[in-house]
Nanobody
């Protein structure tokens, strides 16, 4: 599985960004996907995850109500709509695939494939 994340950039606090992740190499609609992020000097943390069908989603408490994860299985794409961004959201965001399960998990250890990351910068 190859994953290509995009959509990061510089945004002012309170603004919005939409991240995308293009997947290839395996039947996209058969596995769960997730978004993680890592800020400088911090450990990688879970952001959101979605089941193979898109019917089940999980969010970290820190982003719940502000971020929305979604997927388009017809186009092998994963998205993360981020609203009301704060400087605390600044990080490199990674998409990841858990090809052994259709059910999403918050544990990064369960994801076998990772994208290269896209940088989100939020100015105050």
């Amino acid at each position: 599985v190859q994953l290509q994340a995009s959509g990061g950039g510089l945004v002012q606090a309170g603004g919005s960004l939409r991240l995308s992740c293009a997947a290839s190499g395996r039947t996209f609609s058969s596995y769960a996907m997730g978004w993680f992020r890592q800020a400088p000097g911090k450990e990688r943390e879970f952001v959101a995850a979605i089941s193979w069908s898109g019917g089940t989603t999980y969010y970290a408490d820190s982003v719940k109500g502000r971020f929305t994860i979604s997927r388009d299985n017809a186009n092998n794409a994963l998205y993360l709509q981020m609203n009301s961004l704060t400087p605390a959201d600044a990080a490199v965001y990674y998409c990841a695939a858990d090809v052994t399960a259709g059910w999403p998990t918050h544990s990064g250890y369960e994801y076998e494939y990772w994208g290269q990351g896209t940088l989100v910068t939020v100015s105050s």
